[in-house]
């Protein structure tokens, strides 16, 4: 992804004057997996962050390799609970139903080269999620309750990506400013 090199200069800037220091920039990353991206690292040394993700590994990997300790990467799924009248609306069926994607070529590229890939690669090059360990269905949680638990004073900004149920993720969220 490219970025407006404008952002970059003045956060850096804003970094650099120590505009952060009191009160971090405080990011969430639903959908962490692969990592934070690069931009929100021009925040450093004042960044704290919390990636979140189903995939054990994933997360694992990614605390593994994280320099900065504000940063840390927890394995779960987030979702409204079952009360939540966007759940009820939905009623037994999955978010992604109705979903194209098996219709798609991109579907059946990845079907070729699933079998061309290394196992080990396969989430890195193909975003083979589904085939990775993922944590149970009970380990879910609401964004409010997932702040909540990990006593996150403040959020800045919450980018998610989970591949589906995106609404689910944050339909639920009364995040104080």
């Known amino acids: 992804m490219d970025f407006n090199p404008q952002f970059s200069t003045l956060t850096r800037c804003l970094v650099e004057r120590s505009q952060f220091l009191e009160q971090p920039f405080s990011l969430i990353d639903v959908g962490c997996g692969g990592g934070l991206p690069r931009i ?15 995939q054990i590994d994933e997360c694992e990997r990614l605390q593994a390799q994280e320099k900065n300790p504000a940063v840390k990467f ?5 979702r409204v609970p079952e ?19 098996e219709r798609t070529s991109s579907a059946h ?6 079998d061309r890939v290394e196992p080990d690669k396969k989430f890195s090059e193909l ?16 964004l409010d309750e ?25 339909s639920y969220t009364h995040l104080r400013a």
């Open 109 to 114: 590229a990845m079907a070729i080269l699933n």
């Open 83 to 101: 009360s939540h009248p966007f759940r009820q609306a939905r009623g037994n069926r999955e978010p992604w139903t109705g979903n194209p994607w």
């Open 74 to 78: 927890i394995p779960r799924f987030l």
């Open 40 to 54: 929100w690292r021009w925040f450093e040394p004042s960044l704290r962050a919390i990636g979140i993700d189903p």
């Open 127 to 142: 975003n083979a999620w589904p085939e990775e360990k993922l944590v149970a269905p009970t380990q879910t949680s609401t």
């Open 146 to 170: 997932l702040v909540s638990d990990l006593a996150i004073p403040y959020v800045d900004f919450i980018k998610i990506d989970v591949d589906g149920p995106d609404m689910e993720a944050v």
